[in-house]
């Protein structure tokens, strides 16, 4: 008996690890966000909706078990949130997160707050993938994909899975096709890009929080989502955005015509390494 003090220490049980929720938040998918001027980062009501949003869903991964929530500001250069308004047990995370996404810090769970589906989804609001101007398509061996498969799939890559989404009912059910066991709170319905029936802030705070409550017991079941190697990212910019000269000679890409662009990985970290060295 006398051994058993060590033997947990050295055998590090789940229960035992401090658990660390990373929280990517969007403008596009918060409750009562509708029309494109307000995602505008400066937009003070839509921050206040955004906020009331992470808010809650801090406040549910704490009352779920969450030692620590770090919420990383996603939309439109991290220009959205304050850490005078943030929760005050969470952590706010500024700034451009580079080709892992920080990752490879292995988070217990990543969680979407505010996230929209990828581009040309009938009834997703604002829908878009990463770039609403600059991007009519993004390919993940051949499969159209948008921020929700690219973040899962770099989290599944370092072995954390993804939990729980908050957003429109498109963006709740992109994850659920590839996380059917993921909580999600369907804060609006999109009926067109621009149209929406919208929870209320305090029903959309409310739906938030008890998703993410219930997916802290979720960790160690929902199994990260991986995708198989080699990896094919195909990017198909916008008329007005086509490539620029000399993108036959990044390394890694297969220009396809005029906008259309290839990358080839050995898996989904090097094939987006690839694609964001500019
Ligand atoms: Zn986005």
């Not at 009926?191 to 017991?217: F, N, P, Q």
Request: aromatic share 6%.
């Amino acid at each position: 008996m006398r051994f058993l003090p060590y033997l947990l220490i050295f055998t590090c049980p789940a229960w035992a690890q401090k658990k660390t929720i990373f929280m990517i938040t969007d403008a596009e998918g918060v409750g009562g966000v509708c029309r494109q001027d307000q995602t505008d980062p400066k937009d003070p009501e839509m921050r206040q909706l955004l906020t009331g949003e992470i808010n809650a869903a801090v406040e549910g991964f704490l009352a779920g078990g969450a030692d620590e929530v770090i919420v990383w500001d996603g939309h439109d250069g991290s220009q959205t949130l304050s850490t005078l308004t943030i929760h005050p047990k969470a952590k706010l995370l500024m700034g451009a997160l580079g080709p892992s996404m920080l990752m490879e810090r292995r988070f217990s769970a990543v969680a979407y707050v505010g996230q929209h589906s990828r581009a040309d989804v009938r009834g997703g609001i604002m829908a878009h993938s990463y770039s609403s101007l600059g991007i009519q398509n993004m390919l993940l061996n051949g499969k159209p994909v948008g921020e929700i498969d690219v973040i899962a799939a770099m989290a599944g890559h370092f072995g954390t899975p993804a939990i729980m989404l908050s957003g429109d009912q498109a963006a709740a059910d992109e994850l659920h096709a590839i996380v059917p066991e993921a909580e999600v709170a369907v804060v609006k319905e999109g009926i067109g890009r621009y149209t929406c029936i919208s929870l209320s802030a305090a029903s959309a705070r409310d739906a938030i929080r008890e998703a993410a409550r219930r997916s802290m017991a979720k960790i160690g079941l929902i199994k990260p989502y991986t995708v198989p190697g080699p990896v094919t990212l195909q990017v198909e910019y916008t008329t007005r955005n086509s490539l620029p000269v000399g993108a036959e000679l990044r390394t890694g890409a297969e220009v396809l015509d005029d906008r259309t662009i290839r990358f080839r990985g050995k898996d989904i970290l090097e094939a987006w390494r690839l694609y964001r060295a500019q």
